[in-house]
């Protein structure tokens, strides 16, 4: 059976459209990766920015009650000196029961007097 020059024009066609749809899912492809990679590192540099941000506003909250602990605010010892252990007492007593009462006693130990046995 031999082949027409059709059917190689055909076959020649066929193929150059398998090799245009191969290079341009190829390069489809490598820009998925890139813009993929892309994504990760800007998604990484968000992250640590905002771990930046808060330890730094957590440092600067940190600053701002030294600093007014240590210029002899009268109002805010007070405040730490009474105010936190109630607020922390109360927030124990919200877990821990009232009062704990015990309703049985332990038995007396036993009275034994050791005894040497000489015979």
């Given at each position: ?67 007014l602990i240590l210029n002899s605010n009268d109002q805010t010892k007070q405040y730490i000196d009474v105010q ?36």
């Amino acid at each position: 059976m031999a082949i027409s020059p059709a059917s190689n024009v055909v076959w020649g066609w066929l193929f150059a459209a398998c090799m245009f749809v191969l290079v341009g899912c190829s390069i489809l492809t490598v820009n998925a990766h890139i813009t993929l990679n892309d994504y990760q590192a800007t998604r990484a540099a968000d992250i640590s920015m905002l771990r930046r941000e808060i330890a730094s506003a957590s440092l600067s909250q940190s600053e701002t009650l030294r600093t007014l602990i240590l210029n002899s605010n009268d109002q805010t010892k007070q405040y730490i000196d009474v105010q936190i252990p109630v607020k922390v007492k109360d927030a124990v007593s919200s877990i821990v029961p009232q009062s704990i009462t015990l309703t049985q006693t332990a038995n007396p130990a036993i009275q034994a007097s050791p005894t040497l046995n000489n015979k």
